[in-house]
Nanobody, 116 residues
Framework: QVQLVESGGGSVQPGGSLRLSCAASGRIFSINDMGWYRQAPGKQRELVATITSGSGTIYADSVKGRFTISRDNAKNTVNLQMNSLKPEDTAVYYC??????????WGQGTQVTVSS
């Protein structure tokens, strides 16, 4: 089994920054991609950013230019640097891992709150 543990969430003022990290552990043979999703109250969970094993990236239009996703393959870790945060970024952020065998795993989520 695979477990994902997120860290780095918290509360910041608009314009501030946070860095989220997600560490995967357990029986992992090959990771196809890892990413971050978020879910605000009353809304659907949405893609924030993903990164493939080949380091290709995909970003939601709403975060392009502000967020940067990166990974450390040796440590099975994915990070999300969030800059110029806005109140609308407030949500629970979830780490997602997909293996090359087709299995998907989710972290427990970490709260990000952006307010004055």
């Amino acid at each position: 089994q695979v477990q994902l543990v997120e860290s780095g969430g918290g509360s910041v003022q608009p314009g501030g920054s946070l860095r989220l990290s997600c560490a995967a552990s357990g029986r992992i043979f090959s990771i196809n991609d890892m990413g971050w999703y978020r879910q605000a109250p009353g809304k659907q969970r949405e893609l924030v950013a993903t990164i493939t094993s080949g380091s290709g990236t995909i970003y939601a239009d709403s975060v392009k230019g502000r967020f940067t996703i990166s990974r450390d393959n040796a440590k099975n870790t994915v990070n999300l640097q969030m800059n110029s945060l806005k109140p609308e970024d407030t949500a629970v952020y979830y780490c997602k891992l997909r293996t090359s065998a087709g299995f998907t795993y989710w972290g427990q989520g970490t709260q990000v709150t952006v307010s004055s």
